[in-house]
């Protein structure tokens, strides 16, 4: 299957071959580098794909979301974000459905205005019955720091590769071995 590509290989010797791996690691770091820097445009992690179904009909497994978090933005009620509690690796996409403002007195002098960063927030999934109140793991609403972003965008069905290759081990190893094959037989 293989045999005229490791005769070429062969027949090319060492020089052709050193290039291979510094090809495959720039093909790498290219990807992380576009991946971190949505991750930067947007103020937030990266893109996040969605792995439960607590958000139907809106969104679906698979989808792939893009955030956004400006700190100077206020939330509303209909936004949907994303947040992580403390202690919970997983984070959650759901929609607010209400808020509440903490007025915090700065120098003896109350505030007119409240600001983004003291907001509180209640969210709940689409597909759900109840708040997530019990999800927060003993607080009664989300704090500022909890929320990672707004969803700005998706696109459908586009995470559903982030979810095989976390599903089954095996093919992001199959994955990965083929790439490094190509980058080793890759004429250039």
């Given at each position: 299957m293989f045999a005229d590509e490791l005769k070429t290989l062969r027949r090319l010797g060492s020089r052709h071959v050193r290039p291979a791996p510094m090809n495959f690691a720039s093909m790498l770091a290219s990807r992380l580098t576009i991946w971190k820097g949505l991750g930067l445009l947007t103020k937030t992690e990266s893109p996040i794909v969605v792995i439960l179904m607590c958000m139907e009909p809106a969104f679906y497994r698979g989808d792939l979301f893009f955030l956004v978090n400006p700190p100077d933005t206020r939330y509303q009620t209909g936004d949907i974000t994303m947040y992580k509690i403390p202690g919970w690796d997983t984070p959650i996409v759901y929609r607010v459905l209400e808020t509440h403002d903490v007025v915090k007195p700065i120098n003896g002098v109350r505030e007119k205005v409240p600001r983004p960063e003291n907001q509180l927030l209640l969210t709940k999934g689409d597909?759900?019955?109840?708040?997530?109140?019990?999800?927060?793991?003993?607080?009664?609403?989300?704090?500022?720091?909890?929320?990672?972003?707004?969803?700005?965008?998706?696109?459908?069905?586009?995470?559903?590769?982030?979810?095989?290759?976390?599903?089954f081990p095996q093919l992001k190893y199959a994955l990965l071995g083929g790439l490094g094959l190509l980058a080793l037989v890759q004429r250039e």
């Open positions: 597909n759900n019955y109840l708040d997530d109140v019990e999800l927060y793991q003993g607080l009664d609403w989300l704090e500022r720091k909890h929320i990672v972003g707004k969803v700005r965008g998706f696109l459908p069905y586009v995470g559903y590769v982030t979810i095989a290759l976390n599903d």
